[in-house]
């Protein structure tokens, strides 16, 4: 009976251990990606703030839209 409940503690402890190891790797291999900020340019008609990929530029003015570029030569 004693060596029965033996074996069990050490299946229960080989599961909690194997446990962790699957956290811990789990972790690492998310924590080692690394996000890669963009530069954000404003938006001169409404203030937004828009990748510099995505921007409209007219003249050394940034719009961040087609319909915002618009509106802002009307206003001239």
Same mark, same amino acid.
């Given at each position: 009976?004693?060596?029965?409940?033996?074996?069990?503690?050490?299946?229960?402890?080989?599961?909690?251990?194997?446990?962790?190891?699957?956290?811990?790797?789990?972790?690492?291999?998310?924590?080692?990606?690394?996000?890669?900020?963009? *530069?954000?340019?404003?938006? @001169? /008609?409404?203030?937004?703030?828009?990748?510099?990929? !995505?921007?409209? *530029?007219?003249?050394?003015? @940034? /719009?961040?839209?087609?319909?915002?570029?618009?509106? !802002?030569?009307?206003?001239?």
């Amino acid at each position: 009976m004693s060596r029965l409940l033996l074996i069990l503690v050490l299946i229960i402890l080989a599961a909690l251990i194997y446990r962790r190891i699957l956290q811990y790797k789990k972790q690492t291999t998310t924590s080692s990606k690394r996000i890669v900020a963009k *530069n954000m340019v404003r938006c @001169n /008609y409404c203030g937004v703030h828009v990748p510099e990929d !995505e921007v409209i *530029n007219d003249n050394n003015h @940034n /719009y961040s839209s087609e319909e915002h570029k618009q509106l !802002e030569q009307n206003k001239q």
